[in-house]
């Protein structure tokens, strides 16, 4: 049996599970294979600075790790070599810093733009590389489930169930802005676990007219609160956009929607915007479980010298397919689909 020593990285917003892929990896490579594993700092960052920055990770390093949060390697979403922090093309310096540490080959645990930058190290200097997909949003399209996506709609379900309370409490109308970029995977899934009264989504661009006639109908039913999900990508049908927040590319729409529905209909509005709760925090029971499958199906794909693949659930198994899958196949939420068909079903408007 081959000794493979390997690098191993984390790249891109972090997502609950991160932790608990390497310990998968690091246990079965290292603990049981007898590999040697060295963590690359920050992403591609420690193989780009000088000093290099790695870890030699051995067996006692995945103490605690299932359940911990974010990732010990740390991370970053400003790292391309290609395009590095305003210094230009640095990526020669990749292939020369895993010949200097005797890699023979890469693990990235990213989501689309990570593993766009594993793959073209690939193609331009012949890096092998093993992908395994990571985002919150759940928009990797290769991959039925990306881990920390359950954990992100867990989070977002709870803040719902206490924002109920309050809104009905005080007759309110709350909007809740949860994360998912272009897609609105989280909104939709946590909106349907957390009963909200309208959900609006990126794939689905509202009329506010539609929304403001929900909160009304509620209230001639004897409701007098409403709670509306609101993805951060989600946009209003008429074109009105949200005020752009210095340094903040996405988010604000959950305002906007706030001051439509005030200048439509007399009501007390309220918008929490969830933000990096959702990000941060322990792994949920699923998202451990989908960590340890993909870090220990990595170590698969290296053992059989598939370079170039990324780990993936599909229809319940975990496989490799070629990393290209993974990138410019983005999933949105199918305005057709029988999520979106249930929702209508239990009487959720989407504002279309
Ligand atoms: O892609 C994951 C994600 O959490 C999105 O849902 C969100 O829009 C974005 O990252 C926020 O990224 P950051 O705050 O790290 O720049």
């Not at 690359?40 to 359940?67: H, K, M, N, Q, Y």
């Not at 895993?98 to 930058?117: H, K, N, S």
């Not at 999900?229 to 210095?246: D, F, I, L, Q, W």
């Not at 990393?323 to 410019?328: G, H, S």
């Amino acid at each position: 049996m081959a000794l493979h020593r390997v690098g191993i990285l984390t790249g891109g917003g972090d997502a609950p599970g991160l932790n608990a892929v390497l310990r998968g990896f690091i246990k079965r490579a290292v603990g049981q294979l007898h590999w040697q594993v060295v963590g690359v700092e920050d992403s591609f960052d420690g193989l780009l600075e000088d000093p290099i920055r790695v870890i030699e990770l051995t067996a006692p390093r995945c103490r605690g790790l299932l359940a911990r949060g974010g990732t010990f390697l740390g991370t970053t979403n400003r790292g391309d070599p290609f395009d590095y922090r305003g210094q230009g093309d640095l990526s020669h310096r990749v292939p020369r810093a895993m010949d200097e540490l005797g890699l023979e080959g890469l693990v990235v645990i990213g989501g689309d733009g990570t593993q766009a930058i594993g793959w073209r190290l690939m193609q331009e200097y012949g890096v092998p590389v093993v992908g395994v997909p990571k985002t919150i949003d759940n928009d990797l399209s290769a991959t039925d489930r990306t881990f920390g996506f359950q954990s992100a709609v867990e989070v977002a379900t709870e803040a719902l169930d206490r924002l109920h309370t309050t809104a009905e409490s005080h007759d309110r109308v709350i909007l809740l802005e949860v994360m998912g970029r272009d897609a609105g995977h989280i909104a939709l899934h946590a909106g349907l676990a957390g009963g909200a009264d309208c959900i609006v989504i990126p794939e689905l661009p509202y009329d506010p007219d539609r929304i403001c006639a929900k909160v009304m109908r509620r209230r001639s039913h004897g409701r007098a609160f409403t709670i509306i999900m609101v993805a951060e990508g989600a946009r209003c049908a008429n074109g009105e956009v949200p005020e752009k927040s210095p340094g903040l590319s996405i988010g604000g729409v959950s305002l906007l929607l706030a001051r439509q529905i005030k200048a439509r209909i007399e009501a007390d509005v309220r918008v929490t915007v969830l933000g990096h709760l959702q990000r941060g925090g322990s792994p949920c029971a699923y998202d451990r479980l989908l960590s340890t499958r993909y870090g220990v199906a990595a170590v698969d794909l290296v053992e059989q010298d598939r370079w170039g693949e990324i780990v993936v659930l599909r229809n319940g198994s975990i496989i490799g397919v070629p990393i290209t899958e993974a990138i410019n196949t983005y999933r949105t939420v199918d305005p057709n689909g029988e999520l979106v068909r249930t929702a209508r079903a239990v009487g959720v408007e989407f504002g279309v």
